[in-house]
């Protein structure tokens, strides 16, 4: 079942990165073709798998996980920590694109709104497999995600068609408010916030996201007012 959740979650990421990608101007121009979006997505996978699992590990330790066996075999000993594997995949994007010289902000863009729309589809499917006691936290994840793909597809992807918002800040917006929704969720599953290794990581999240916002939308502009 686990591995069934994952596959239809890539699924979903890849057919989402498609629709996006497939008539994209940026793309066109720079001569960037579906393959070479998907090859940058499956290069990028192992390295997240990986960055999620050392995260899971490190948030929870537990004996069975410091085996080789049990760092391994997820299907057996499952967790995955889900801003592991988003931090795995923006570093290991960073360095690809700058390498290969593709274009880093859209792609970080495309990929955070696929990565939205497959974390939707994931939650919607877990909260029918999940105790009570654990349903009012994926269910406000599900909800809050749910509106957050809305406005990004809606509202603020236009934006960027047409050049009124930078590339990249989509994808800076979408850790911003992936670092706040989870830790809403974390104080809905323990009743407080709880200062743990997790929580530290998502307000060091959002707060590097938005002062990279800020620094990307508005450094310019206050510097030309001056």
């Not at 079942?1 to 497939?22: D, N, R």
């Not at 994840?141 to 990249?168: A, C, Q, V, Y």
């Not at 809403?184 to 999240?205: D, P, S, T, W, Y």
Request: proline share 4%; aromatic share 20%.
């Amino acid at each position: 079942m686990y591995l069934l959740i994952l596959l239809i979650c890539l699924i979903c990421f890849l057919f989402v990165v498609y629709k996006l990608s497939k008539d994209d101007f940026v793309f066109l121009r720079k001569d960037i073709s579906i393959e070479t979006v998907f090859n940058t997505i499956f290069l990028c996978a192992p390295f997240a798998l990986l960055l999620s699992r050392i995260f899971y590990i490190y948030f929870n330790p537990q004996a069975v996980f410091f085996t080789v066996l049990g760092f391994i075999a997820f299907p057996y000993f499952p967790g995955f920590s889900l801003v592991g594997g988003i931090l795995g995949a923006l570093l290991f994007i960073i360095i690809y694109a700058l390498y290969r010289k593709l274009p880093l902000g859209r792609f970080i863009d495309f990929f955070s709104i696929s990565l939205l729309a497959s974390i939707c589809l994931g939650a919607f499917i877990v909260f029918f497999g999940i105790p009570f006691s654990m349903k009012p936290y994926i269910a406000l994840e599900f909800i809050l995600f749910s509106l957050l793909l809305i406005i990004f597809w809606k509202f603020i992807r236009p934006f960027l068609s047409r050049g009124s918002l930078k590339d990249g800040s989509i994808g800076v917006l979408f850790l911003m408010f992936f670092s706040l929704i989870s830790l809403a969720g974390n104080i809905l599953k323990f009743h407080a916030l709880r200062l743990n290794q997790e929580n530290i990581v998502l307000v060091m999240l959002f707060l590097v996201s938005l002062a990279v916002f800020s620094f990307r939308e508005f450094g310019g502009k206050l510097k030309l007012k001056k």
